[in-house]
């Protein structure tokens, strides 16, 4: 069955600090893997799309890799800002461009 | 460009109730599709459509429909409310960008059913 699981469920840093999200997933055929930010109470953004054969990609202080081997990815988060506060959301998509989303993981960034 | 506009963004329904919730975008996307987000769970495809007058279901469609008339409309229609309804709902449009779609969504539409 295609799966996206995320961890930690949740986590707490302090501003300032970095922070890194984990996403394991069972999609195949593997299309593309990407992070959204949900702010609470608004719709998810995109923050990085990743074919096959990109294994890492930055958006500012964000920086996604991606293992399609071991069938990983990260987001890591550098000198988190209190703005970072939000759920973060791994999707995968397979060969049809059908999504299956992560549960995410829900950050709080205290000053 | 106002993106994806979604509207009312907060509904409260008795059981039995139908209702439309409106989602529109100024993007030009041809892509369409409509999801659900419940706590615990991932975002679950309601239904979608790849251009006017297309629609198709998703992963959870029964208890709503859609239509597709215009590229910019594509309204979300309750057919008789249940509790089991009660969710966030968010729209979103999508375009080829490469290799992947690129997804923007709406702000979302909180509905209670009681």
């Known amino acids: 069955k295609n799966q996206v699981e995320q961890s930690p469920q949740s986590l707490i840093i302090l501003e300032g600090k970095n922070c890194t999200l984990q996403c394991n997933y069972t999609v195949s055929p593997f299309s593309n893997l990407r992070w959204y930010k949900q702010d609470t109470g608004r719709g998810p953004v995109s923050l990085t799309i990743m074919t096959f054969s990109e294994n890492t990609k930055s958006n500012g202080r964000y920086t996604a890799t991606l293992d399609a081997d071991t069938k990983q990815s990260s987001l890591h988060i550098t000198a988190s800002q209190l703005s970072d506060s939000a759920s973060y959301i791994c999707?995968?998509?397979?060969?049809?461009?059908?999504?299956?989303f992560g549960t995410g993981t829900r950050l709080q960034v205290f000053p | 460009n106002a993106g994806v506009t979604q509207t009312p963004k907060f509904q409260v329904l008795k059981t039995g109730q139908s209702m439309t919730l409106q989602c529109a975008q100024d993007?030009?996307?041809?892509?369409m599709s409509w999801y659900r987000q419940d706590p615990g769970m991932g975002l679950r495809l309601i239904h979608y459509?790849?251009?006017?007058?297309?629609?198709d279901q998703g992963e959870v469609p029964n208890g709503y429909n859609v239509s597709r008339s215009t590229t910019e409309d594509f309204p979300l229609r309750l057919l008789s409310a249940a509790p089991s309804q009660t969710s966030v709902y968010f729209c979103?449009?999508?375009?080829?960008?490469?290799?992947?779609?690129?997804?923007?969504f709406g702000p979302g539409t909180r509905l209670t059913v009681t």
């Open positions: 459509s790849v251009g006017a007058g297309i629609t």
């Open positions: 993007m030009n996307h041809e892509y």
């Open positions: 979103a449009s999508s375009y080829l960008a490469g290799l992947a779609y690129e997804q923007y």
């Open positions: 999707v995968v998509s397979d060969d049809t461009d059908k999504l299956i």
